[in-house]
């Protein structure tokens, strides 16, 4: 709130326009502490730079994380509004026992606020924020040891207080004794056996008639007269020492808030400190909490000055529709590029424009308060420094303005401090020109967005001027906008469409507001030229938007269709490969069971051969174990001594040893024997051990030929090699590693290309052990660019 009599700013001003009152109005409701409330309420959030709005966004959102993520929440139970302590602090006044706790409680809060914080590094901006406090625990402890929970002086505050009040203690029950004892002598005088007070002062009630029975002071007298309440005689004395009691009582106890006073008044900068944190912290957990009941998404600072906001709500109607059973909102889309300056919106009356304009104002100072905006995705638009508005009617009878002339007022004082403006500005212009003749206002409202495109960063402005849906045309910084209005149920859908202007529709509107058609006849007859030729347009641009959407509806149910087919795709391939891994654990546990078996076997067999007693029995158990070994173990590899160059060897034929020289393809062995080289057969060369040569291996018979017809194996994508693209020395590792842990038929991609790859893979399998043959895949699986592998 302006003070009255004191000049408010158009900056100001606009924030009323726009109803950014209201909703902070709305905000303080989720404020935890008064002082936070206070301070919400009053509007005074927006921050100042773009870097303290991007801290205050931090904030907020690392309150929902802390909410959220860490399932935590700050607790502002204990915090009552201590303002006015601190303020009777910095003048060395004492504060009673209550206010003291407050002030304890202030502490210890904020003790655990830091502490709770602290405790998830990644919130760094709260960290920063608590960083700085310092939260004296030993000055909370001591409140705590001399003040109790309900804020008086406790006994342990002081020893002369404690004496005081066992002296109270005693003098109370010597008095109590004796006003008994007087009512136990005087029964019959007593109106009532009741000891009771009167002015502080312990009395009895005694009947008027029978009061020289009781001598004493009256204190007071019944209604009806028949009862006086006396003090007796006997116990004025000890009343009186009562009394004494209790203001040195009371004097121990101011003692006791005076010396904490004392202490506190030291501190109160720090105090002040504390409790600005503890404000700061309960307005983020407001920020928050407002913003996750408005759904909203937290905002991105562009450097450019493009607007993205998509399904944006106004946040005054999302709280009129769930607080006050209001209509449902209908989200708009504001997408303006860098390179436009200046939207024009158009449309109908009653259509949205001017709700479309605050929407984007409140989006604007939302993100400058560190608010969450109610859109979808991640809401982007440039930090403004300042945001003007020229929205409703505010003609004043008292100070002689028109509708025009107050439009005019507040425009020359948006154009005046905007000149004054840096950064990026914004400036929202409600029916900009109207109120006067529409050629001079036209005029006027062309003229006045060709000056705010030039100075200022963004303007939106709603007319009803045709003239002004033209510049798009003339200028490109400018572009038009509308809202949509059904021409079937002749009430506006409350949509934005962008790149086409809008019509008034004025007679649709009158004829649904019951005009009489005669009337609306004559005006349809008088809008036949070149206007209907216009509204003609416009109507065909309205009609082309509308089909394109439709196709594009069209278009996204395709695409759902195909996505969905793609994941069929990809659920049956996932079938497959857990199938394949099913068939492999089958066999490894065949595997595992044929070795059980042999293992069982074979205990029989050495139990046999531990209880044999003659050869018959030993030689039945070695033909067993045979049997075995036949049964479950693989055919042994071929043995024999394999010649290396620079072996040493034996010829038998000519009982010479010599060296070996070299083993050619063919397995033909070159032996030196002194100055003489033979190249002699594998047969005749042996180990110097008399090992004979391991034979060769005979080459794999190869067939290029069309693969001929038998039943085919399944091509999955674990057993299909891709070596396109690979050079031979990247693809060697590769193709071995394949087929070691490859076993019945594969299939191996080489492409046609030059054949180089072809060839390579082809030498490469012709030598390979696990190889049983290998041929091109049929036409229909790749043709020459693709060999099958039996293994």
Same mark, same amino acid.
């Given at each position: 709130?302006?003070?009255?009599?004191?000049?408010?700013?158009?900056?100001?001003?606009?924030?009323? $326009?726009?109803?950014?009152?209201?909703?902070?109005?709305?905000?303080?409701?989720?404020?935890?502490?008064?002082?936070?409330?206070?301070?919400?309420?009053?509007?005074?959030? !927006?921050?100042?730079?773009?870097?303290?709005?991007?801290?205050?966004?931090?904030?907020?959102?690392?309150?929902?994380?802390?909410?959220?993520?860490?399932?935590?929440?700050?607790?502002?139970?204990?915090?009552?509004?201590?303002?006015?302590?601190?303020?009777?602090?910095?003048?060395?006044?004492?504060?009673?026992?209550?206010?003291? !706790?407050?002030?304890?409680?202030?502490?210890?809060?904020?003790?655990?606020? $830091?502490?709770?914080?602290?405790?998830?590094?990644?919130?760094?901006?709260?960290?920063?924020?608590?960083?700085? =406090?310092?939260?004296?625990?030993?000055?909370?402890?001591?409140?705590?040891?001399?003040?109790?929970?309900?804020?008086?002086?406790?006994? $342990?505050?002081?020893?002369?207080?404690?004496?005081?009040?066992?002296?109270?203690? &005693?003098?109370?029950?010597?008095?109590? $004794?004796?006003? &008994?004892?007087?009512?136990?002598?005087?029964?019959?005088?007593?109106?009532?056996?009741?000891?009771?007070?009167?002015?502080?002062?312990?009395?009895?009630?005694?009947?008027?008639?029978?009061?020289?029975?009781?001598?004493?002071?009256? #204190?007071?007298?019944?209604?009806?007269?028949?009862?006086?309440?006396?003090?007796?005689?006997?116990?004025?004395?000890?009343?009186?020492?009562?009394?004494?009691?209790?203001?040195?009582? %009371?004097?121990?106890?101011?003692?006791?808030?005076?010396? !904490?006073?004392?202490?506190?008044? +030291?501190?109160?900068?720090?105090?002040?400190?504390?409790?600005?944190?503890? +404000?700061?912290?309960?307005?983020?957990?407001?920020?928050? #909490?407002?913003?996750?009941? !408005?759904?909203?998404?937290?905002?991105?600072?562009?450097?450019?000055?493009?607007?993205?906001?998509?399904?944006?709500?106004?946040?005054?109607?999302?709280?009129?529709?769930?607080?006050?059973?209001?209509?449902?909102?209908?989200? @708009?889309?504001?997408?303006?590029?860098?390179?436009?300056?200046?939207?024009?919106?158009?449309?109908?009356?009653?259509?949205?424009?001017?709700? +479309?304009?605050?929407?984007?104002?409140?989006?604007?100072?939302?993100? *400058?308060?560190?608010?969450?905006?109610?859109? %979808?995705?991640?809401?982007?638009?440039?930090?403004?420094?300042?945001?003007?508005?020229?929205?409703?009617?505010?003609?004043?009878?008292?100070?002689? /303005?028109?509708?025009?002339?107050?439009?005019?007022?507040?425009?020359?004082? @948006?154009?005046?401090?905007?000149?004054?403006?840096?950064?990026?500005?914004?400036?929202?212009?409600?029916?900009?020109?109207?109120?006067?003749?529409?050629?001079?206002?036209?005029?006027?409202?062309?003229?006045?967005?060709?000056?705010?495109?030039?100075?200022?960063?963004?303007?939106?402005?709603?007319?009803?001027?045709?003239?002004?849906?033209?510049?798009?045309?003339?200028?490109?910084?400018?572009?038009?906008?509308?809202?949509?209005?059904?021409?079937?149920? =002749?009430?506006?859908?409350?949509?934005?469409?962008?790149?086409?202007?809008?019509?008034?529709?004025?007679?649709?509107?009158?004829?649904?507001?019951? =005009?009489?058609?005669?009337?609306?006849?004559?005006?349809?007859?008088?809008?036949?030229?070149?206007?209907?030729?216009?509204?003609?347009?416009?109507?065909?641009?309205?009609?082309?938007?509308?089909?394109?959407?439709? *196709?594009?509806?069209?278009?996204?149910?395709?695409?759902?269709?195909?996505?969905?087919?793609?994941?069929?795709?990809?659920?049956?391939?996932?079938?497959?490969?857990?199938?394949?891994?099913?068939?492999?654990?089958?066999?490894?546990?065949?595997?595992?069971?044929? @070795?059980?078996?042999?293992?069982?076997? @074979?205990? *029989?067999?050495?139990?046999?051969?531990?209880?044999?007693?003659?050869?018959?029995?030993? *030689?039945?158990?070695?033909?067993?174990?045979?049997?075995?070994?036949?049964?479950?173990?693989?055919?042994?590899?071929?043995?024999?001594?394999?010649?290396?160059?620079?072996?040493?060897?034996? /010829?038998?034929?000519?009982?010479?040893?010599?060296?070996?020289?070299?083993?050619?393809?063919?397995?033909?062995?070159?032996?030196?024997?002194?100055?003489?080289?033979?190249?002699?057969?594998?047969?005749?060369?042996?180990?110097?051990?008399?090992?004979?040569?391991?034979?060769?291996?005979?080459?794999?018979?190869?067939?290029?030929?069309?693969?001929?017809?038998?039943?085919?194996?399944?091509?999955?994508?674990?057993?299909?090699?891709?070596?396109?693209?690979?050079?031979?020395?990247?693809?060697?590792?590769?193709?071995?590693?394949?087929?070691?842990?490859?076993?019945?038929?594969?299939?191996?991609?080489?492409?046609?290309?030059?054949?180089?790859?072809?060839?390579?893979?082809?030498?490469? /399998?012709?030598?390979?052990?696990?190889?049983?043959?290998?041929?091109?895949?049929?036409?229909?699986?790749?043709?020459?660019?693709?060999?099958?592998?039996?293994?």
């Amino acid at each position: 709130m302006v003070p009255t009599g004191l000049a408010i700013s158009a900056l100001e001003k606009s924030l009323v $326009r726009l109803e950014w009152p209201c909703l902070c109005q709305q905000l303080a409701t989720f404020a935890a502490t008064k002082r936070g409330m206070r301070q919400l309420q009053s509007g005074d959030i !927006l921050a100042g730079t773009r870097a303290a709005s991007e801290v205050l966004l931090a904030q907020t959102r690392e309150i929902i994380a802390l909410e959220t993520t860490y399932q935590g929440r700050l607790d502002f139970s204990l915090v009552t509004d201590i303002e006015p302590y601190l303020e009777r602090l910095q003048h060395r006044g004492c504060l009673l026992g209550n206010e003291l !706790l407050a002030i304890a409680h202030v502490l210890t809060t904020a003790r655990q606020q $830091r502490r709770h914080i602290n405790a998830h590094p990644l919130l760094v901006e709260l960290n920063r924020l608590v960083s700085g =406090l310092r939260t004296y625990p030993e000055v909370s402890q001591e409140i705590h040891r001399c003040i109790t929970d309900q804020g008086e002086v406790s006994d $342990r505050a002081s020893p002369e207080l404690a004496a005081i009040r066992q002296q109270q203690r &005693q003098a109370r029950a010597t008095l109590h $004794r004796a006003l &008994q004892q007087i009512v136990q002598r005087r029964a019959t005088a007593l109106q009532d056996a009741v000891i009771t007070q009167r002015r502080d002062r312990h009395v009895l009630a005694v009947k008027a008639t029978h009061k020289d029975h009781v001598p004493g002071i009256i #204190h007071d007298l019944s209604a009806s007269g028949a009862t006086l309440y006396i003090e007796p005689q006997e116990t004025i004395e000890l009343q009186n020492r009562l009394q004494q009691l209790g203001h040195q009582e %009371a004097e121990a106890e101011r003692a006791v808030c005076q010396a !904490l006073s004392d202490q506190l008044a +030291t501190m109160t900068d720090d105090l002040w400190y504390i409790l600005d944190v503890l +404000t700061a912290l309960d307005m983020a957990m407001a920020r928050a #909490h407002y913003s996750l009941w !408005l759904e909203g998404s937290c905002p991105e600072f562009c450097d450019t000055a493009s607007l993205r906001l998509q399904q944006l709500r106004h946040p005054l109607l999302v709280w009129q529709h769930h607080h006050e059973q209001g209509q449902a909102v209908v989200p @708009i889309d504001v997408d303006i590029p860098a390179s436009i300056a200046v939207v024009t919106l158009t449309g109908p009356n009653t259509g949205g424009k001017t709700a +479309t304009l605050k929407t984007v104002g409140l989006a604007a100072l939302m993100a *400058k308060a560190g608010l969450y905006i109610p859109a %979808a995705a991640t809401p982007q638009l440039p930090w403004f420094s300042g945001v003007w508005a020229d929205i409703g009617d505010e003609q004043s009878l008292a100070q002689n /303005l028109s509708t025009f002339s107050s439009h005019i007022c507040n425009i020359r004082d @948006i154009l005046t401090e905007l000149d004054v403006a840096g950064g990026a500005t914004l400036v929202l212009l409600d029916e900009v020109g109207a109120g006067t003749d529409p050629s001079e206002g036209t005029a006027l409202a062309i003229a006045l967005l060709r000056y705010l495109a030039d100075h200022a960063t963004l303007t939106l402005a709603t007319t009803h001027y045709g003239e002004l849906k033209a510049l798009k045309y003339q200028d490109s910084r400018f572009e038009n906008a509308s809202v949509e209005f059904d021409e079937q149920t =002749l009430a506006p859908t409350y949509r934005l469409l962008w790149g086409i202007p809008g019509q008034s529709n004025a007679l649709a509107i009158a004829h649904r507001l019951g =005009l009489h058609e005669s009337v609306i006849e004559g005006a349809k007859k008088l809008l036949a030229g070149d206007t209907g030729s216009v509204n003609q347009m416009i109507a065909g641009l309205v009609d082309q938007r509308q089909e394109q959407a439709a *196709k594009i509806s069209a278009v996204t149910q395709l695409l759902q269709e195909t996505e969905h087919l793609h994941q069929e795709v990809e659920r049956k391939a996932k079938e497959l490969r857990q199938r394949e891994q099913q068939l492999r654990q089958h066999q490894e546990e065949q595997v595992r069971s044929s @070795i059980v078996a042999a293992q069982k076997e @074979i205990a *029989k067999v050495i139990a046999q051969l531990q209880q044999a007693a003659s050869p018959e029995q030993i *030689k039945s158990a070695q033909t067993a174990l045979d049997h075995i070994a036949q049964t479950y173990l693989p055919p042994p590899a071929p043995s024999g001594f394999i010649p290396q160059p620079g072996d040493r060897v034996r /010829l038998p034929q000519w009982q010479q040893v010599g060296e070996v020289l070299s083993v050619s393809q063919q397995g033909d062995i070159v032996v030196q024997l002194g100055q003489l080289k033979l190249a002699v057969p594998p047969h005749a060369v042996e180990s110097l051990s008399g090992e004979p040569v391991q034979p060769p291996v005979k080459t794999k018979s190869v067939s290029i030929s069309p693969p001929t017809q038998s039943a085919p194996a399944i091509r999955t994508e674990s057993r299909t090699l891709d070596l396109r693209g690979k050079r031979l020395r990247d693809a060697e590792p590769l193709l071995e590693e394949f087929l070691n842990r490859q076993q019945g038929t594969v299939w191996i991609i080489h492409g046609h290309g030059s054949g180089a790859l072809r060839q390579f893979v082809h030498e490469f /399998l012709s030598h390979h052990p696990s190889v049983q043959s290998y041929e091109l895949a049929a036409p229909e699986e790749g043709g020459r660019g693709v060999t099958v592998v039996q293994l």
